[in-house]
Nanobody, 119 residues
Framework: QVQVVESGGGSVQPGDSLRLSCAAS????????MAWFRQAPGKEREFLGR????????LMADSVKGRFTISRNKANNMVYLQMNNLKPEDTAVYLC????????????WGQGTHVTVSS
């Protein structure tokens, strides 16, 4: 079983940058991909991007491409979401998720970390 825990959220101003971290633990050898999502108040959960665990191949959603990037430290089982030029509409709970072997979708979720972008 795999567990993921997010950290790094906070309150920032428009135009600021923030890096979120996701720590994976447990049976991490079973991880196929790690992904970031967000959910703003009153809105559906939104996919931001994912990174394949085996080769680091990354896919970002068009909505954040160019501002957000995913990176990792595989040796430490860490995944990061670098967010640049933050906007008020980026305010949300940011969630890390893992897809493990045998799963057809992301089957392990963290509790989320809050990001507030406000002047």
């Amino acid at each position: 079983q795999v567990q993921v825990v997010e950290s790094g959220g906070g309150s920032v101003q428009p135009g600021d940058s923030l890096r979120l971290s996701c720590a994976a633990s447990g049976r991490t050898v079973s991880v196929l991909a790690m992904a970031w999502f967000r959910q703003a108040p009153g809105k559906e959960r939104e996919f931001l991007g994912r990174q394949r665990w085996s080769n680091g191949e990354t896919l970002m959603a068009d909505s954040v491409k160019g501002r957000f990037t995913i990176s990792r430290n595989k040796a430490n089982n860490m995944v990061y979401l670098q967010m640049n030029n933050l906007k008020p509409e980026d305010t949300a709970v940011y969630l890390c998720a893992a897809q493990t072997i045998g799963a057809t979708d992301y089957n392990t979720w963290g509790q989320g970390t809050h990001v507030t972008v406000s002047s």
